[in-house]
Nanobody, 123 residues
Framework: QVLLVESGGGVVQAGGSLRLSCTAS????????VAWFRQAPGKEREFVSC???????YYADSAKGRFTIAKDNAKNTVFLQMNSLKPEDTAIYYC?????????????????WGQGTQVTVSS
């Protein structure tokens, strides 16, 4: 059974930072593309960032320059460092992985999902 577990969410003031973690069990992430998506109330799930099998990274325009994604194969974990947080970053953040190791920004292309972690940025 594949399990992705996110952690690191919380409440932070605007301008602050959080680091999200996504740890997998039952599956090695080294060959996967792993992405972070987020979903705010009343909105569709949207792409945030992805790291592919070769550690190439991809970001949504809203995340560029503020967020950094990284994969630690030894820990079977993907991190999302989020700096300069804004109230509009408030959402549930989900980690997802796909067997095909290439980038995709479409949540439909990801087979495995975590339960999500809440990020709240206060103004």
């Amino acid at each position: 059974q594949v399990l992705l577990v996110e952690s690191g969410g919380g409440v932070v003031q605007a301008g602050g930072s959080l680091r999200l973690s996504c740890t997998a069990s039952g599956r090695a992430l080294s060959g996967d593309a792993v992405a972070w998506f987020r979903q705010a109330p009343g909105k569709e799930r949207e792409f945030v960032s992805c790291v592919d099998w070769n550690s190439r990274t991809y970001y949504a325009d809203s995340a560029k320059g503020r967020f950094t994604i990284a994969k630690d194969n030894a820990k079977n974990t993907v991190f999302l460092q989020m700096n300069s947080l804004k109230p509009e970053d408030t959402a549930i953040y989900y980690c997802a992985s796909r067997d095909r190791g290439y980038y995709s920004g479409d949540p439909k292309n990801y087979e495995f999902w975590g339960q999500g972690t809440q990020v709240t940025v206060s103004s």
